[in-house]
């Protein structure tokens, strides 16, 4: 009886080891799932600002575009929150980055923001210049056609041949 007790209390104890192991195989299998699941979220949510960058990024392209080709005041601010959303985006993937390569890439991301924001704000300057050259060409334009629209001044004004002449070259002018 001694030996069916002890054989008993072997397999009981057996028993209770291999519950032990198969609790903490569960509770590491369920714990590894879990990390795996964080782990692919980290990664969803870098993808997901990757793209929103991307799409912030050409969207900010666009609206400059529009800004240089109809000067429309709304594209220049519509440009200027873009970009800086963009740099949201480049200051929340920093914010996740683990290693190195990632740091390294969120500091290129960075400095294409600040190129962008210098080619932008270049874009913008040269734009508002054409615009003032042009406003003022357009002035001096109007001033001389008021001036070739209005008869000369002349000291001989008495003088058929000369008058023929003026009157000929400021119509020569006008059809031109």
Same mark, same amino acid.
């Given at each position: ?15 209770? +080891? /291999? ?17 795996? *699941? ?16 991307? +799409? ?7 609206? /400059? ?23 949201? @985006? ?34 913008? /300057? /040269? ?15 109007? @001033? ?5 629209? *209005? ?26």
């Amino acid at each position: 009886m001694r030996i069916r007790r002890k054989l008993l209390l072997l397999v009981l104890f057996l028993g209770a +080891a /291999l519950l032990v192991n198969l609790m903490a195989l569960g509770y590491l299998a369920r714990t590894m799932i879990a990390g795996l *699941q964080d782990i692919e979220q980290v990664a969803l949510e870098r993808q997901l600002i990757g793209v929103e960058m991307q +799409a912030r990024l050409r969207s900010a392209e666009a609206a /400059l575009y529009r800004y240089v080709i109809e000067g429309e005041e709304g594209f220049r601010r519509q440009f200027e929150a873009q970009l800086a959303s963009f740099e949201a @985006g480049v200051e929340a993937y920093r914010g996740q980055a683990t290693n190195a390569s990632a740091r390294q890439w969120a500091g290129a991301l960075a400095d294409s923001h600040a190129q962008a924001q210098l080619l932008g704000a270049e874009m913008i /300057l /040269l734009r508002d210049q054409y615009e003032d050259a042009f406003v003022e060409l357009d002035q001096v334009h109007t @001033g001389l056609t008021q001036l070739l629209d *209005q008869p000369p001044p002349s000291a001989h004004t008495e003088d058929p041949a000369y008058r023929a002449a003026l009157d000929g070259m400021q119509q020569s002018l006008r059809d031109m």
